[in-house]
């Protein structure tokens, strides 16, 4: 895609505005969902957006410290990395995003990136939650990188490439082209990996709403609060485009990409109303146990078949 | 029962009990002999819960009555063990070592009636009042209207009732006034 | 308000080596935005009104119920938060204890602004039932900005949803800022505070 710096940040701009407007009302409306599902009204699915405009709208807000105000805008820079490197939606020229050889690894390093950056500002802000919900988050997230890692090996084997708008090509003419469907361990393995990444029950463990009540974020209020609620959606709907562009095939079109987002997120949602949450040491027990061999499988099988 | 409250009596010289109930009984006791006592039927005759401890303000004797209630699992008996003190210096051998949970209550004790328990655990701190500077709240010559009334702000235009008189004129109205 | 001394707080109630550790400013007044904008904020207030989870009476048992399936308070808008920091409405459950107050005053002063506070049952009001008792304080607004009473021993479910309707309403059409209030008669407030929580061993305004 051969144009100007300018346009390029305009088509940027749009890109990231449309992921975190959809991926704040992909949130409110899986709360409507739940809501509908336990027999009441649920909040508004724009509930989300008042949330952040509140939020934004508070009169004071108090710092800690430098890595405290940096925190959150490590998040959302992190937020941010992550969504830029993956194409939204592919052959698109706004929601392309950018591209280049080897933005698979680089979107796995952003994927990381946010969450350290929290870490460091949720500790400075000296609440003992934070401290918990930190350590218990980084905890996790070792854990399920791993089977992440191991899937991601497997498909870059099968594919022979790391560039996902090339992973995306390659997948492209038939619903049987996609990795679901050409590498089902690698699938099944990154999508327990997402559970742990979305941070929903059973692997909530980092914001435990009776153990810890919010965890990392204790301390976050007001405009820096609004800052990680932003972040929230663009995150989310990053995650989902990227297992999207990974595993199923991408998206041509919006439409297409609105639908399947919607649905892997929905896994999410009915994994997390299934099941209680686990203590910390079991979930990272079990993604170092059965997905972990199922992700080893998957590069066994992609590398030797 | 009846045999091994007279063996209690004869072992302590404990005043004459008093009960209601087949199962509970209740026995002053001189306030010297009560650590023994207490000792004793925790270890021996099998009264291994305490209950809780209370207390009693009758400033019309000058005296503190505290109630160590212990019970028995076993057989479903409770014994009510009274301690007379003096009101003017209320001191009250502390039994923290038999049950750890007797701190608590002599922190309350302390805080409600003011009732010194030497050597009793954290007996200083403040429980549920924080900086309390009047007489114990529990006594009863403290008069908690009349403090709340001085402390807390009453909202005017309040109307009060004797709640015996007040029922009596709702329910059954004199006759006479109605005509 | 004049001079530079009068602006600090003394912050008594803390020892000599912890003073330098709080802040010791004033809460100060806000004025609002501009006539749409306080407008349209306004009403996003009004529609995300985060409630903090601290229960400080036997009124805390009736806000169980507005959270299950039957009353759902989620549909207007209301969730629980459980940091006052990040919350916005303080329901103080009625009746309240000296030493409960103390907490409630930090929890309140850490809240940050604009914040609302809607007292449950008579107890707050009057002293309810426990009006001559020896810890139990008589009027709340004599120690925080109570925006809506809701009457009752104990209010049921419907009428804190009455009421958090009509807190809706009063903060859209701008009726009720307990903030600012707060700091206005900020001296009156602390003295009242002061007057019954003996041990103040705490900053003057803690945020």
């Known amino acids: ?305 | 029962m009846k045999e091994f409250i007279e063996k209690l009596i004869d072992k302590y010289a404990i005043k004459p009990m008093h009960s209601r109930h087949a199962n509970q009984v209740f026995l002053t006791i001189k306030q010297d002999r009560l650590p023994d006592a207490l000792t004793w039927l925790r270890d021996f005759a099998g009264y291994t819960h305490l209950a809780f401890i209370t207390a009693v303000d009758y400033p019309e004797i000058e005296k503190i009555q505290l109630t160590y209630m212990v019970h028995n699992y076993q057989e479903n008996t409770d014994i009510g063990l009274r301690v007379l003190l003096d009101r003017r210096q209320p001191e009250m051998i502390s039994v923290h070592h038999l049950w750890q949970h007797v701190a608590t209550y002599q922190r309350e004790l302390h805080e409600m009636f003011g009732i010194d328990f030497p050597g009793s655990p954290r007996l200083k701190e403040n429980f549920a009042l924080e900086g309390w500077q009047d007489v114990p709240p529990m006594r009863r010559d403290f008069d908690t209207k009349e403090y709340a009334e001085k402390t807390y702000f009453p909202r005017p235009g309040r109307e009060t009732h004797d709640p015996r008189e007040y029922m009596k004129q709702k329910l059954y109205p004199d006759p006479k006034e109605e005509k | 308000m004049e001079n530079k001394d009068k602006m600090k707080l003394a912050n008594d109630g803390l020892p000599e080596h912890e003073k330098p550790l709080f802040c010791d400013a004033r809460p100060q007044t806000y004025k609002p935005l501009g006539k749409y904008v306080e407008k349209f904020l306004n009403w996003a207030r009004a529609n995300s009104l985060w409630i903090l989870g601290y229960g400080t009476g036997c009124g805390a048992i009736e806000l169980r119920p507005l959270m299950t399936a039957r009353f759902d308070m989620f549909r207007w808008g209301l969730a629980p938060r459980p940091t006052p920091r990040q919350a916005g409405v303080f329901v103080i459950g009625g009746y309240m204890s000296v030493k409960t107050l103390k907490r409630v005053i930090r929890s309140y002063e850490q809240m940050q602004g604009p914040k609302f506070v809607i007292a449950l049952g008579s107890c707050t009001i009057n002293g309810g039932m426990y009006w001559d008792s020896y810890n139990t304080i008589n009027r709340l607004d004599h120690y925080l900005p109570v925006d809506i009473y809701i009457t009752g021993c104990m209010p049921r479910p419907e009428a804190l949803i009455a009421g958090f309707n009509k807190l809706k309403a009063m903060i859209k059409a701008q009726q009720t800022d307990g903030q600012n209030e707060y700091a206005r008669n900020f001296d009156w407030y602390k003295a009242n505070q002061k007057k019954i929580v003996k041990d103040w061993n705490m900053p003057d305004y803690n945020w």
């Open chain 1, 1 to 305: 895609m051969e144009h100007g710096l300018l346009i390029s940040i305009i088509y940027a701009f749009i890109s990231l505005s449309v992921a975190t407007i959809w991926g704040l009302l992909l949130g409110g409306i899986m709360m409507k969902v739940v809501a509908r599902a336990h027999g009441r009204f649920g909040p508004p699915f724009w509930q989300p957006i008042i949330d952040i405009i509140k939020n934004n709208a508070r009169r004071t807000s108090i710092s800690h410290g430098i890595m405290y105000f940096l925190g959150p805008v490590f998040r959302i820079a992190g937020g941010m990395g992550t969504f830029l490197f993956i194409p939204f939606i592919y052959g698109s020229m706004v929601f392309g995003n950018f591209s280049f050889a080897g933005d698979l690894f680089l979107v796995m390093y952003f994927i990381f990136f946010g969450q350290l950056g929290m870490a460091l500002g949720a500790g400075e802000s000296g609440h003992p939650y934070s401290a918990i919900g930190v350590a218990r988050g980084l905890s996790q997230m070792t854990a399920f990188e791993l089977p992440f890692a191991l899937s991601i090996i497997s498909i870059v084997i099968q594919y022979g490439t790391l560039n996902i708008t090339s992973i995306v090509a390659a997948q492209q003419g038939g619903i049987l082209h996609w990795t679901l469907f050409t590498n089902p361990l690698a699938t099944i393995a990154a999508l327990i990996a997402l559970q742990g990444m979305n941070m929903h029950n059973p692997f909530s463990i980092v914001i435990a709403p009776q153990e810890i009540p919010i965890g990392p974020p204790t301390e976050y209020h007001s405009n820096f609060l609004g800052l990680l609620q932003t972040n929230r959606g663009l995150f989310n709907i990053a995650k989902l485009a990227l297992f999207m562009n990974l595993y199923f095939g991408g998206a041509t079109n919006l439409f297409s990409m609105l639908i399947k987002t919607f649905g892997i997120y929905m896994i999410t949602v009915i994994v997390g109303a299934s099941f209680p949450r686990f203590r910390t040491e079991q979930s990272i027990r079990f993604f170092l146990g059965v997905p972990t061999v199922i992700g080893i499988l998957a590069v066994l099988v992609t590398g030797y078949f």
